[in-house]
């Protein structure tokens, strides 16, 4: 079993990397889009993030759920903000921060917490 939640872990760390990769590489540009990194990355979150939680749930760990439920919560919140703004030819100033911040905070939060 530890084998399998250390695989969906590095699963999760690939999700975050290419939300936040494809953002990060937006920073300095004209024009902010939300690329095919981070709308996969999102769902690579999304769906780690329930398999990590059902790992954890089965086993004989302690969950923190007010932690799990708050990162949920702001992932949830990137998803759709990402979803909402991957068609557009250009992304709003405002949510483009806003999934660039909370996909900091969200890691922040699995660090410090």
Known sequence: MDILYNVF???HFVGFAA??????????????????????GALTQVVTGIVLLLLL????????HMKLGIKFLVL???T?????????TSVPGGAFWAIFGLTFANAAL????
């Not at 749930?57 to 923190?64: H, T």
């Not at 699995?110 to 917490?113: C, D, I, L």
């Open 9 to 11: 872990v590095l699963l």
């Open 19 to 40: 939300l936040f990769g494809g953002a990060f590489t937006q920073v300095k540009g004209p024009r902010r889009i939300v690329n095919a990194a981070m709308f996969h």
């Open 57 to 64: 749930e089965l086993g004989d760990n302690a969950v923190n």
């Open 76 to 78: 949830g919140v990137i």
């Open 80 to 88: 759709v903000l990402v979803l909402l703004n991957r068609k557009k």
């Open 110 to 113: 699995a660090v410090f917490w």
